[in-house]
């Protein structure tokens, strides 16, 4: 079994035009997650997925690689499933999917959401949970919460605090979703042909595709947050996070 990244890049964005190219640190924001993907000990190799040249030129500067998709990708997990299918892959062989956006990223976070392929053929696609530090991110719609069942498997993923103690929140964890995904090669080619679910347009999250579907995600708790760049003020707050790591 074969475990590749592809990480999905796009230069235009509403709230943060060419983020993928940001100086962090004196480097652009894709190459510091390129970096730590390359760092996992399950990684074959690391691809970024772009239909924009100079996103491509960033990557060929820092000698990353890259996979040229096109520009009607409707989604993030398309654009991963594009390039997948020139990479020469087998079905049983594992893709994992990280946004560019996430540039503390801990390398262990692409071994665990691993892990499941090598102990359950069964599984054909899981994601990363954290159990919530800051409470502030409890109630923030941009921090997707899950909740899944006892063995593992993802009941619902929402923008709400999910689950809404009653009696209120003291007692128990609230995990946050981190944008990681890995899928067989095989569900992936599925994945892509699959229509888009109501849920999923309600909460805009695509990951309720595959459940509205039938389909189970299974998710693996880490004890590693990866915070994400969401807006050009984020770029110091992550800087910051560096500089006490040791990394700028």
């Known amino acids: 079994m074969r475990v590749v990244v592809i990480i999905p890049s796009r230069y235009g964005s509403i709230r943060f035009d060419g983020k993928p ?6 480097k ?3 190459q510091w997650v390129c970096q730590r993907a390359m760092q996992a000990k399950c990684i074959e190799s690391v691809h970024v997925a772009t239909d924009d040249s100079r996103i491509r030129d960033a990557v060929n500067r820092f000698g990353g690689n890259v996979v040229m998709t096109s ?12 390039a997948a299918g020139r990479l020469g892959l087998d079905p049983v062989d594992v893709v994992v999917n990280i946004q560019g956006d996430q540039p503390l990223v801990d390398p262990r976070c692409f071994d665990a959401v691993v892990q499941p392929f090598y102990e359950d053929p069964a599984v054909k ?12 991110e409890i109630t923030d719609p941009k921090d997707v919460k899950v909740t899944f069942d006892n063995n593992g498997n993802a009941l619902y993923f929402s923008r709400a605090t999910i689950p809404h103690g009653r009696d209120g929140l003291n007692g128990y964890d609230i995990y946050k979703h ?17 229509s888009p679910g109501r849920l ?3 909460e805009k999250l695509e990951q309720l595709r595959a459940m509205e579907h039938g389909h189970h995600i299974r998710v693996v708790v880490t004890p590693y947050d990866s915070p994400e760049v969401d807006l050009p003020v984020d770029i110091q707050r992550i800087e910051g996070k560096m500089a006490g790591m040791g990394l700028c």
């Open 21 to 26: 190219l940001a100086n962090i640190c004196g």
């Open 71 to 82: 520009a009607r990708c409707r989604s993030g997990t398309d654009r991963v499933a594009e």
């Open 178 to 194: 981190l944008g990681v995904y890995a899928y067989t090669q095989e569900f992936l080619e599925c994945f892509k042909g699959l």
């Open 200 to 202: 999923e347009e309600i």
């Open 28 to 30: 652009p924001m894709i």
């Open 125 to 136: 696609m899981s994601t990363l949970a954290f159990a919530i530090v800051d409470k502030r």
